[in-house]
């Protein structure tokens, strides 16, 4: 279940919005970008609230995510306020015999703070509205098939624990109706030991369920030569990987027979993983539509992570802000430049209304 | 269709083999009840169809079986999932993903079908199973019937010949239960799927079947006949059966409309007493008093609206209603784990909202919704020491046995409580919150997991401590246990307790909560087969 894009375009918008918030230091630009992901993380919320069943991926703690953000962002600002004491504009000074925060504290140091603050807070954002708009379930299908039963067992794992919460809360009741009192640690032994059995028991029905379902598919039969085949990829890979990263970090003079080696290794090991992968008959079920609004999200990402990777590449100057002195406290602002960064809001702009 | 031969089956770490010399010969299509009391292999039996004992259990077994023509032996379960389908008993834990469509497509996947095939037996399951509109759904967010109905539509995907369930009906109201197996019944009935499926309440299917297959218990070889055949053999019967062959009516009734052509003859020879007048209240404060109670969970949902109730000393009272009306969130507000939005809660004396819990169950008994949850010592001795030493009380081993005696599981002294039976651990549960000789007791779905005996024997003790002055106020969806026992019942829904009166005018008035016999004969004087015994002339 991928809300309005293919989910590979989901992907690439993701990707592009990371490497933005991530290389991005000038302030004009991130807050541009904060304001398009903010749209994006609006719209999806509408939507979820007008159709709760319809995400497929149960309810999201919106308003959760938004006071995390502004907490980290508060914090940051405030921590890099109070310890970095560098600047020429002094807002007011602090004792110098308190440790670590005593000294001047300056605008500097808090606009850093500042920019830091809007790469996490950005982050966080494009992250939520990732998941929320694919769901763990749609993740994990994009896994390759070597790695599919790892990713269920995640999959398994990660909604392990909203239930083992409930079981926790489920004993500690009962044990409450025993009369029995947490006032040491010792006290919480028999808490354990019954949350370790129920969560045996739900691993033994679940593994059972599983089985009996056909979980882990027929293996196409191997032949011995295929198995060494796989096998020997894998191996060879993987010590080709080790040689080269060895190579490249010890002569430095000439990179390039480490690069090759690192290449040939990571092809290999790729080769013999995909290979393992195939021979595991298995099918999936969703399908997923490309629609010509997945191409325009699809060129938009590419568009702008290939501007973000081009101008760090050949203009590190032009998305590059440093408050501290000897730099200008006043950020450069090109505004041909900021109309890249309005580009990942593309999904609001695009996104279908919800179905009836 | 399946073939037992001589088939032998022992777990790993026990001498005794639970399923011993076992030949059997079930045919296509039949729908077949598999019973008998709790631990006598029936959870075993089912597991042997697929390959899950020995495969995933371990074990030894020996003797031939075929399942459609394979053994399931020689094939792992996996080998085994596209001829027989499995849903469990508890079907939140068995799911794998979490939304229906992608739980339906689950195997499918597994076996690698093509896209457009799975759709297409996505849709038929969907329809089959009467859940199109639930296919986006979060599987979290359903209901206990809409649970247990994906889950048999997850079975049915890879079209099975034969569907096995490990009692699909035990938490759900008896309107669900209903849906559920109406549901299975048309796919019998229509697609000729052989289906087996294991129950305790026997009033809910034994109308639906072709077959019974009885285990008697105590390591002797099942019975396996028609229905009315078997149900002649064995002591768990639901009340129609009991009273049928009590009043040796032939041939035996199935079912409500058989049985009344009975009943029709034999009422006006019935000299029944009158109806009890419900005893006036005696002056004393009640022991429990509810006043316009009003609770909402954090999420908004509204699950007490204004209750108001009264249970006095030595009487038995049943909250009932669906999945989900409010009889657990009422019974927590009576020790303090939920306090009341609005309202007050009084439980002899005590302010139930500020009271702490672990005070109130010094006086108050509780036993919740799974008694496992309350066991957590290592043996079955010590979980009644425990009790009193977290309520400050002296040790005393002797009460603790005679106490054990009563409930008739002394025997188990020295046990692990996890390695008894559910019964068992229901009853050692009771025991565990009896120990402080409480004047209250409550109890939240009692008699999950156990047959007609101990249901009786649970009656039977609940009786003689509310003949002891005790005052009990108990959530169910038996109606036969509360037809038995109960003074009062209180129908709830949607937070509301809807009417409240004598058990006796209030199932016989209800269409979903009428006990068997008082369908037969639609009258409040008579409930339970002792009723009409007891009015023979």
Wanted: aromatic share 8%.
């Amino acid at each position: 279940m991928s809300i309005g894009f293919h989910p590979y375009a989901w992907t690439l918008w993701l990707a592009a919005g990371m490497t933005a918030a991530l290389l991005t230091r000038n302030p004009f630009y991130l807050i541009i970008l904060l304001l398009a992901t903010g749209f994006v993380f609006a719209a999806l919320k509408r939507r979820a609230e007008q159709d709760p069943a319809g995400s497929g991926t149960g309810p999201m703690a919106w308003d959760a995510v938004v006071r995390l953000a502004l907490f980290v962002w508060g914090f940051t600002i405030l921590f890099n306020a109070l310890t970095v004491h560098v600047g020429e504009h002094i807002l007011f000074t602090l004792p110098a015999s308190w440790p670590i925060i005593g000294g001047p504290i300056t605008l500097e140091a808090a606009i850093y703070g500042f920019i830091t603050g809007l790469n996490f807070v950005t982050l966080i954002l494009i992250f939520a509205i990732y998941g929320s708009a694919l769901g763990a379930q749609t993740i994990l299908r994009m896994i390759p098939g070597f790695a599919y039963q790892t990713g269920v067992a995640i999959s398994i794992a990660i909604s392990f624990v909203p239930q083992t919460l409930i079981a926790w809360s489920d004993i500690r009741e009962a044990q409450r109706l025993r009369g029995h009192r947490v006032k040491g640690l010792r006290d919480f032994l028999p808490l354990f030991v019954s949350l370790l059995s129920y969560g045996l028991d739900r691993a033994i029905q679940l593994a059972e369920s599983m089985d009996a379902r056909g979980f882990g598919g027929r293996p196409l039969p191997a032949t011995r030569r295929e198995t060494w085949l796989i096998r020997g990829g894998a191996i060879a890979g993987l010590f080709l990987l080790l040689i080269g990263l060895a190579a490249k970090s010890y002569y430095r003079a000439a990179s390039w027979p480490g690069l090759i080696m690192l290449a040939a290794g990571a092809a290999l090991l790729g080769f013999s993983l995909w290979h393992s992968g195939r021979r595991t008959r298995r099918s999936r079920y969703r399908r997923w539509r490309w629609r010509p609004r997945d191409t325009a999200l699809a060129a938009g990402s590419g568009l702008l992570l290939a501007a973000v990777i081009l101008l760090t590449w050949f203009m590190p100057k032009a998305l590059f802000y440093y408050p501290y002195p000897p730099y200008p406290l006043l950020p450069d602002f090109n505004p041909f430049l900021s109309l890249i960064f309005i580009l990942p809001l593309l999904p609001a702009l695009l996104l279908p209304p919800a179905a009836p | 269709m399946i073939t037992y031969d001589h088939f032998t089956y022992r777990y790993p770490d026990t001498p005794e083999p639970v399923l011993r010399d076992l030949t059997l010969d079930i045919p296509e299509g039949a729908f077949v009840l598999v019973m008998g009391p709790s631990g006598a292999g029936k959870s075993t039996f089912l597991r042997t169809l697929n390959g899950l004992a020995p495969h995933f259990y371990g074990g030894v077994a020996g003797g031939k079986i075929l399942v459609g023509g394979r053994n399931p032996v020689e094939q792992s379960p996996r080998g085994m999932a596209d001829l027989v389908g499995m849903v469990f008993q508890d079907p939140e834990s068995s799911f794998v993903v979490d939304v229906v469509e992608d739980e339906l497509a689950f195997a499918m996947e597994n076996f690698g079908l093509p896209q457009e095939l799975m759709r297409k037996r996505v849709e038929e399951a969907l329809d089959q199973l009467k859940i199109a509109h639930l296919r986006r759904r979060p599987v979290s967010l359903l209901s206990g019937g809409e649970k247990q109905r994906v889950a048999i539509a997850a079975a049915l995907t890879l079209q099975p010949d034969i569907l096995v369930l490990d009692e699909p009906t035990s938490q759900l109201d008896p309107q669900a239960a209903e849906e559920v197996l109406l549901a299975l019944r048309q796919l019998n009935e229509d697609l000729g799927l052989t289906i087996l499926l294991s129950e305790h309440r026997l009033e809910r299917v034994v109308h639906y079947v072709d077959y019974i297959l009885c285990w008697p218990g105590g390591g002797q070889p099942p019975l396996f006949g028609e229905p009315a055949d078997i149900l002649r053999q064995t002591p768990l019967t639901p009340p129609l059966i009991a009273l049928a062959k009590a009043l040796g009516w032939e041939p035996m009734p199935l079912t409500i409309k058989q049985g009344r052509r009975f009943a029709r003859a034999l009422k006006d020879q019935l000299r029944p007493a009158p109806l009890p007048e419900p005893p006036a209240p005696n002056g004393h404060p009640p022991a429990i008093r509810i006043d316009n109670l009003w609770h909402s969970y954090p999420n908004g949902v509204e699950a007490l609206r204004g209750v108001s109730l009264a249970v006095y000393a030595g009487e038995f009272v049943a909250l009932m209603g669906r999945n989900g009306s409010g009889k657990t969130t009422l019974l927590k507000h009576l020790v303090g784990l939920l306090k009341p939005g609005r309202g007050k809660v009084q439980v002899l004396g005590m302010d139930a909202s500020r009271t702490p819990t672990e005070e109130i169950t010094r006086a108050v008994a509780y036993l919740p919704q799974h008694p496992g949850r309350l066991l957590f010592t290592e043996r079955v001795a010590d979980e009644l020491a425990f009790s009193r030493r977290a309520h400050d009380l002296p040790s005393d081993p002797e009460a603790d046995r005679a106490l054990l005696r009563r409930l008739g599981i002394a025997h188990l002294w020295d046990r692990h409580p996890h390695d008894l039976s559910v019964g068992e651990q229901q009853r050692l549960a009771l025991a565990a919150v009896l120990v402080t000789g409480p004047q209250v007791i409550l109890l939240d779905e009692p008699t999950r997991g156990l047959d007609y005996v101990q249901k009786q024997e649970l009656a039977a003790i609940l009786r003689e401590l509310r003949d002891q002055g005790k005052a009990i106020l108990m959530a169910t969806h038996d109606v036969e246990l509360a037809a038995a026992a109960t003074d009062r019942v209180a129908l709830m829904a949607e937070g509301e307790i809807v009417v409240i009166g004598p058990s006796r005018r209030i199932m016989s008035e209800s269409l979903v909560f009428a006990s068997q016999v008082n369908k037969l004969f639609r009258d409040p004087r008579y409930l339970t087969p002792e009723d009409v015994i007891r009015a023979l002339p």
